[in-house]
């Protein structure tokens, strides 16, 4: 996410870690989206399992996730055409859908569960369980949760501890 701020569902304005990044030095205050991890230190992550109750806004994120476009593979003559054309009459490039939009289903919520930073669902992770052992197959981050540090190495940190 390249822009600076947005507004959340409470309309509140939020800064993004871009913008946080831009200022260049933290500034303690524990920020939401901040890239330095004062935040991530300061309150950790939580989790909670998706029942009927938050099963929407998991969705949203798989959504999002799932709908992602990308280019669609072309020959380096057909780029360099395409790109001609691009140059010439504006960007056309052709698009695909990589993956088809999944539906969570009610028999598999127990194998997902929300991740929150200060209170805020930030993401959702699908879990991967090996015996007693719990840990992480996947993991969906909202877009302004994006880029601000939270690897899937991070989460699985304060998963498996949690």
Do not use: W
């Not at 524990?30 to 399992?49: Q, V």
């Not at 280019?71 to 859908?97: C, I, Q, W």
């Amino acid at each position: 996410m390249n822009s600076l701020s947005y507004v959340n569902k409470s309309g509140d304005h939020v800064f993004t870690s871009h913008y946080h990044r831009k200022r260049g030095s933290c500034c303690k205050s524990k920020c939401l989206h901040c890239p330095f991890g004062t935040t991530i230190k300061a309150y950790g992550l939580t989790f909670s399992e998706v029942t009927s109750k938050n099963e929407k806004i998991a969705q949203e994120i798989l959504d999002h996730h799932k709908s992602k476009v990308e280019p669609v593979a072309e020959s380096s003559a057909e780029a360099f055409t395409m790109d001609l054309f691009g140059k010439a009459f504006g960007n056309s490039s052709r698009l695909k859908k990589e993956k088809e939009t999944y539906f969570l289903k009610t028999e598999e919520f127990n194998q997902f569960e929300l991740i929150f930073l200060k209170g805020t669902v930030c993401g959702l992770l699908k879990k991967k369980v090996i015996g007693k052992v719990k840990g992480i197959k996947e993991c969906f981050l909202l877009p302004e949760f994006s880029d601000q540090g939270l690897s899937k190495d991070l989460i699985e940190s304060f998963y498996s501890a949690y």
